[in-house]
């Protein structure tokens, strides 16, 4: 399976970005996925994940009501809607897919990796 992740780009602290994930393969839509975030000098953190039919998704608190995850299967894409965006948002977001149709907000439920995405946050 392989992940591209798109959409990262450079705005001012308050805009809004749509990141999307899509995968190469058909059978990925039954699988979870999740975003994930790394600033500079900064571990990985969890941002969001959705379940295989979208029933079920988890939200870091840190972007909790201003982040949304969706999936559209159709397409094999996942998006991340990030708004009211501000410079603690900034930095690279991954996108993984898990061997399961639910998985949590650790790295390791995580099987699958795309290259990344650069989100820059102005103030």
């Known amino acids: 399976v392989q992940l591209q992740a798109s959409g990262g780009g450079t705005v001012q602290a308050g805009a809004s970005l749509r990141l999307s994930c899509t995968s190469s393969?058909?059978?990925?839509?039954?699988?979870?996925v999740a975003w994930f975030r790394q600033a500079p000098g900064k571990e990985r953190e969890f941002v969001a994940t959705i379940s295989w039919n979208g029933d079920t998704t988890v939200t870091a608190d840190s972007v909790k009501g201003r982040f949304i995850i969706s999936r559209d299967r159709a397409k094999y894409t996942v998006y991340l809607q990030m708004n009211s965006l501000s410079p603690e948002d900034a930095g690279i977001y991954y996108c993984a897919s898990a061997y399961k149709s639910y998985a949590g907000r650790r790295t390791t439920d995580y099987a699958y990796w795309g290259q990344g995405t650069l989100v820059t946050v102005s103030s």
């Open positions: 393969r058909r059978t990925s839509s039954n699988n979870a």
